[in-house]
C-alpha cells in the first residue's frame, strides 16, 4: 500500500515537472510580447504628416510582430478632446508630433527612430507569462490552474 502511494506521488510529482517545463516552453513561443507603439498626431500638423508617410513604409514588415495606433486629432468623434484631455494627463504628451513605445516617452519624431527602438523590443521576454500549477491529479483526473503574472 505505502509503495503504491510513495509511485503516486512520484507520479504527481513527474507530471508537475513536465507541465511546468511544457508551459515555459509555451510562453516564449506562443505568446511573446508585442511592442505597442503609440502615436499622438494632429491632421494639420506637417510633421505629423511626415511621421505618417514614413511609418507607413516602414512598418509592413512588422505588421505581424508589433501594435501601432495613431491618435489624429481633426476629422473625428466629438469626444476626441475628452480623450485627448485623458491621454494628455497620463502621458503628459505636451504637443504633437508624440510617440510612446510601451508607455514610454521616445520623445522622438522621426520615424527611423522610433522603428529602431522597437525593434530592439522584439524578442525580449513575455510581458505577462502564462503560467500554470497542478493542483490535483490522481487516477482519473486532473486539475490545474492557468495565471499570468501581472
Known amino acids: 500500500m505505502f509503495r503504491q502511494m510513495g509511485w503516486r506521488?512520484?507520479?504527481?510529482?513527474?507530471?508537475a515537472i513536465a507541465i511546468s517545463l511544457f508551459a515555459k516552453q509555451c510562453e516564449a513561443r506562443m505568446f511573446p510580447k508585442m511592442p505597442l507603439i503609440e502615436t499622438f498626431a494632429s491632421s494639420g500638423c506637417g510633421a505629423c504628416r511626415n511621421f505618417i508617410q514614413s511609418m507607413d513604409t516602414l512598418?509592413?514588415?512588422?505588421?505581424?510582430?508589433?501594435?501601432?495606433?495613431?491618435?489624429?486629432s481633426g476629422i473625428s468623434p466629438s469626444d476626441?478632446?475628452?480623450?485627448?484631455?485623458?491621454?494628455?494627463?497620463?502621458?503628459?504628451?505636451?504637443?504633437?508630433?508624440?510617440?510612446?513605445?510601451n508607455g514610454d516617452d521616445l520623445d522622438h519624431y522621426v520615424a527611423a527612430s522610433v522603428m529602431d527602438f522597437a525593434k530592439s523590443e522584439l524578442h525580449s521576454e513575455p510581458l505577462s507569462p502564462i503560467g500554470f500549477d497542478l493542483?490535483?491529479?490522481?487516477?482519473?483526473?486532473?486539475?490545474i490552474q492557468v495565471y499570468t503574472d501581472s
Open 9 to 15: 506521488i512520484l507520479s504527481i510529482f513527474a507530471i
Open 135 to 143: 493542483l490535483y491529479y490522481d487516477h482519473d483526473s486532473i486539475s
Open 80 to 101: 476626441y478632446s475628452e480623450r485627448w484631455n485623458f491621454y494628455d494627463g497620463f502621458y503628459g504628451l505636451g504637443g504633437v508630433p508624440w510617440t510612446a513605445l
Open 59 to 72: 512598418y509592413p514588415p512588422y505588421i505581424d510582430s508589433m501594435v501601432f495606433i495613431f491618435y489624429v
